[in-house]
């Protein structure tokens, strides 16, 4: 099992830029695709950006192709998302999550961290 734990959220004013980190617990991170996912209020979760168990795949939503940076380290069993260019529609909790197998798709993923807050001020 993976328990995954996130931190880095918090305020920063529109075109600035946060680091989120993810740090999983289990001897089988390495094995796993790692996802962030946001989700705001009233809007339904999103993924945002995945990554292969290796590294050698990544994904990212279209709005933020550009501007964030997935990657991993599993040797410290952590996974970073670099967000650069904060906008205010960015602004949401962000979900840190881990499954087995490649998908975009929030329904397949097994295991979830508890959500770090960003919050984008204009």
């Known amino acids: 099992q993976v328990q995954p734990v996130e931190s880095g959220g918090g305020l920063v004013q529109a075109g600035g830029s946060l680091r989120l980190s993810c740090a999983a617990s289990?001897?089988?991170?390495?094995?796993?695709?790692m996802a962030w996912f946001r989700q705001a209020p009233g809007k339904e979760r999103e993924i945002v950006a995945a990554?292969?168990?290796?590294?050698?795949?990544?994904y990212y939503a279209d709005s933020v192709k550009g501007r964030f940076t997935i990657w991993r380290d599993n040797a410290k069993n952590t996974v970073y998302l670099q967000m650069n260019s904060l906008k205010a529609e960015d602004a949401a909790v962000y979900y840190c999550?881990?499954?087995?197998?490649?998908?975009?798709?929030?329904?397949?993923?097994?295991?979830w961290g508890q959500g770090t807050q960003v919050t984008v001020s204009s």
């Open positions: 990554i292969s168990w290796i590294g050698s795949s990544s």
């Open positions: 999550a881990a499954d087995k197998s490649w998908t975009y798709d929030s329904r397949l993923y097994a295991y």
């Open positions: 289990g001897r089988t991170f390495s094995t796993k695709t």
